[in-house]
C-alpha cells in the first residue's frame, strides 16, 4: 500500500479568498477580499458572552443548541418574518452557517445526488456538496439583473436532482431575490419534489428599499425548505462559529446528529452572547445596520467608478463585483493580483465564483470595514484611473 491523501483533498484546497488575504499580508495592503466584517461588535453581545463564561457556562450543550438561544432565535423568526419556529423540534444550532449547511448535506443528500446551484456562487457551497459526495450543477444567472427563469431550472435538471441552493441575500453577486422570483424556484422544486437549501445570512443587510422573504413561507415550501443562517455578519463575530438551521422536525434531528458527530456543539457562552444579542436588540440595531453598510456600499461604488472599473451595485449583503476587464493580465487572478501592487487592496479574482471562465473580467471587493479603512481603500483605488 502507498500511503497518500484522500480524494477529496482537491476540494479543500486553501480558498482564493483566504490565498488573497495572505497576499494582502505580504504586502501590508487593505484587506477588501475576505469577509471578515471589522465593524464593532455590539456591547451587550459581548457582555452576554463574558458574563455567561462568569458564571459557568462553559460545559457542552445538547446537540441542538442551548435553549435560549433556539428560543431567541425563534422569537426572532417570527418578529422579522411571521414564521412559526417551535424550538424544540425544528432548530438546530451549529458552528456557523457553514457548518450548518454541512450537517444538512450529511443528512439529506446521498453521494451522487445533483444539487443547482446558481453562479456566480459562494465557494463553500460548492466545497461542502463535493465534500459531502454530492454533485453541483451550476445555472449562470444573466447579466445586468443577475435574472434566470423556470426554462433555465428546467434545463439544469436531471433524474438525480436532488435540491437546490439560494443564497439571498448572495454573496457575491448582492442578489436579493424577489417574491416573484422565489416562487418561481418554489413551484419548480414542488413539481419535481426538490429540497431548498437557504443561505439567508446576509437577511439583514438591505438597500434601497428591498425586503428580505425567506422562501420556506411561500405556500408548501414549509416542508422542503432548509432555512440557513447564523449571527457571523450580522454581530460581526465571524470568529465566534454561532450559526443555525430552521426546518421540519423530521430533517431536524438527523441533521442534529450529524452536528454532535462533527463539531460536538457551537461555543457555549458564545451561544449565550448571542441570544441575548438576538433578545435585547430592536429594530432600530437592524434598521441602522442597513443604513450604515448603504453608506459604505455607495462610498465603494463610487470610487470604483472613478477609478474605470465599472460595479454591480449591489442589492444586498456586503459584497461588490466590479468589470476589471481594462486591467492588464490574462485572467482575474493575474487582475487582482495588479490591483493589490498597485493599490494595496486586495480583492477576489472572479474565478473563485464561476465554474468556468465567465468570471475571467470580474473581482469581487468587501466593504463590511470600519470607514476610515474603508475610506483609505478608495483614495487608493481612484488613484488608478484605468
Not at 422569537?75 to 432548530?91: A, C, H, S
Not at 457553514?98 to 463553500?124: H, Q
Not at 466545497?127 to 445555472?139: D, E, I, K, N, Q
Not at 468589470?323 to 492588464?328: F, Y
Request: proline share 5%.
Amino acid at each position: 500500500m502507498t500511503l497518500s491523501l484522500s480524494k477529496r483533498h482537491e476540494w479543500v484546497l486553501q480558498s482564493e479568498i483566504r490565498n488573497m488575504s495572505i497576499e494582502c499580508d505580504r504586502v501590508g495592503g487593505i484587506n477588501l477580499s475576505q469577509g471578515v466584517c471589522d465593524t464593532e461588535v455590539p456591547l451587550v453581545v459581548r457582555q452576554g458572552a463574558q458574563e455567561a463564561m462568569d458564571q459557568g457556562v462553559n460545559t457542552y450543550t445538547r446537540f441542538d443548541g442551548l435553549e435560549e438561544l433556539r428560543k431567541a432565535i425563534a422569537d426572532k423568526q417570527k418578529r422579522f418574518t411571521g414564521m412559526e419556529v417551535d424550538p424544540e423540534g425544528e432548530i438546530i444550532v451549529s458552528s456557523g452557517a457553514t457548518g450548518a449547511l454541512y450537517c444538512t448535506c450529511l443528512a439529506l443528500l446521498n453521494p451522487g445526488d445533483e444539487v443547482i446551484v446558481f453562479e456566480p456562487f459562494y465557494g463553500y457551497h460548492i466545497s461542502t456538496l463535493v465534500a459531502t459526495g454530492a454533485v453541483p450543477v451550476y445555472m449562470p444567472l444573466e447579466l445586468p439583473e443577475w435574472a434566470f427563469t423556470r426554462v433555465s431550472l428546467e434545463k439544469a435538471l436531471t433524474p438525480r436532482t436532488r435540491a437546490i441552493i439560494v443564497n439571498t441575500p448572495a454573496n457575491p453577486s448582492g442578489k436579493v431575490f424577489s417574491k416573484e422570483e422565489l416562487q418561481v424556484i418554489a413551484d419548480f422544486a414542488i413539481s419535481q419534489d426538490l429540497f431548498v437549501f437557504t443561505d439567508e445570512i446576509y437577511e439583514h443587510f438591505l438597500y434601497d428599499g428591498r425586503q428580505h422573504f425567506p422562501p420556506a413561507l411561500l405556500p408548501g415550501m414549509g416542508e422542503r425548505t432548509i432555512t440557513i443562517s447564523g449571527l457571523s455578519k450580522t454581530f460581526s463575530i465571524t470568529g465566534w462559529r454561532v450559526g443555525y438551521v430552521i426546518c421540519d422536525a423530521r430533517w431536524a434531528q438527523t441533521i442534529g446528529h450529524f452536528n454532535d458527530l462533527v463539531y460536538v456543539c457551537a461555543p457555549a457562552p458564545l451561544q449565550m452572547g448571542v441570544a441575548r444579542g438576538l433578545r435585547e436588540l430592536g429594530e432600530d440595531y437592524y434598521e441602522g445596520l442597513a443604513r450604515q453598510y448603504r453608506v459604505k456600499r455607495d462610498m465603494i461604488c463610487g470610487a470604483l467608478s472613478e477609478a474605470g472599473m465599472a460595479p454591480f451595485i449591489p442589492q444586498g449583503a456586503y459584497y461588490v463585483l466590479a468589470d476589471v476587464s481594462r486591467l492588464p493580465g490574462e485572467n482575474s487572478k493575474d487582475k487582482a493580483m495588479y490591483l493589490l501592487r498597485n493599490t494595496g487592496v486586495a480583492s477576489v479574482p472572479g474565478s473563485a465564483f464561476y465554474h468556468d471562465e465567465a468570471g475571467e473580467s470580474l473581482v469581487r471587493f468587501c466593504f463590511a470595514k470600519d470607514d476610515p479603512i474603508l475610506e483609505d481603500a478608495c483614495k487608493r483605488l481612484k488613484k488608478l484611473r484605468i
